[in-house]
């Protein structure tokens, strides 16, 4: 059973750079089955896709985000981190990982972190 | 991008009701159609993945079609444990996009 979890800081000052990590157990982000993202929902709010990381490094972003987005993975440690640069309070929100699963051609989120509130505010 | 048009927003029924919820996409998306139930302070759970198929563990009252564009979410007898918030998603093609989501509740 495939369990994810979030951590990094719940304050971000504006302008800063977002940090997040989520580390994997019960799989390995190594896997070809599978994708790794991240989801944001400003409170309130719906769900905004912001990008995955596959396990061969293959990185893909919301455009609307693109310009501030890094997602890396780090294998030694079965993990993968978001970065957001330039904050600012519209990117208050609580931060999902979530491991997509794809198959011929058909992916889903099949199963997420807890969630990781981010507020941006001085 | 593949715009995703959910409704309705808001929903009240009560328990033993049948409920629809209806996702419509902007193009065709081959079945690329998810279904997710979130309840208040917890993540989005899987429900259906590929317009219909069940996600185990997911009780069989829950169900989904599609035609065309158009994507249903029917839940056949709603329980107490239902009510929440619903949100339809694409992955056909990226950016991915979710519904405004479907707020049901008593």
């Known amino acids: 059973q495939v369990q994810l979890q979030e951590s990094g800081p719940g304050l971000v000052k504006p302008s800063e750079t977002l940090s997040l990590t989520c580390t994997v157990s019960?799989?390995?982000?190594?896997?070809?089955?599978?994708?790794w993202s991240w989801i944001r929902q400003p409170p309130g709010k719906g769900l905004e896709w912001i990008g995955y990381?596959?396990?061969?490094?293959?990185?893909n972003y919301n455009p609307s985000l693109k310009s501030r987005v890094t997602i890396s993975v780090d294998r030694s440690k079965n993990q993968f981190s978001l970065k957001l640069t330039s904050v600012t309070a519209a990117d208050t929100a609580i931060y999902y990982c979530?491991?997509?699963?794809?198959?011929?051609?058909?992916?889903?989120?099949?199963?997420w972190g807890q969630g990781n509130l981010v507020t941006v505010s001085s | 991008d593949i715009q995703m048009t959910q409704s309705p927003s808001s929903l009240s029924a009560s328990v033993g009701d049948r409920v629809t919820i209806t996702c419509r996409t902007s193009?065709?998306?081959?079945?690329?159609l998810n279904w997710y139930q979130q309840k208040l302070g917890k993540a989005p759970k899987l429900l259906i993945y590929?317009?219909?198929t069940l996600q185990s563990g997911v009780p069989s009252r829950f169900s989904g079609s599609e035609s065309g564009t158009d994507f249903t979410l029917t839940i056949s007898s709603l329980q107490p444990e239902d009510f929440a918030t619903y949100y339809c998603?694409?992955?056909?093609?990226?950016?991915?996009?979710f519904g405004q989501g479907t707020k049901l509740d008593i």
């Open positions: 979530a491991r997509i699963t794809n198959r011929q051609h058909l992916g889903w989120f099949d199963s």
């Open positions: 019960g799989d390995s982000v190594s896997s070809s089955i599978y994708y």
């Open positions: 990381i596959y396990y061969d490094g293959t990185t």
């Open positions: 193009q065709s998306i081959s079945s690329n």
């Open positions: 590929a317009a219909s």
């Open positions: 998603q694409q992955s056909y093609s990226v950016p991915y996009s």
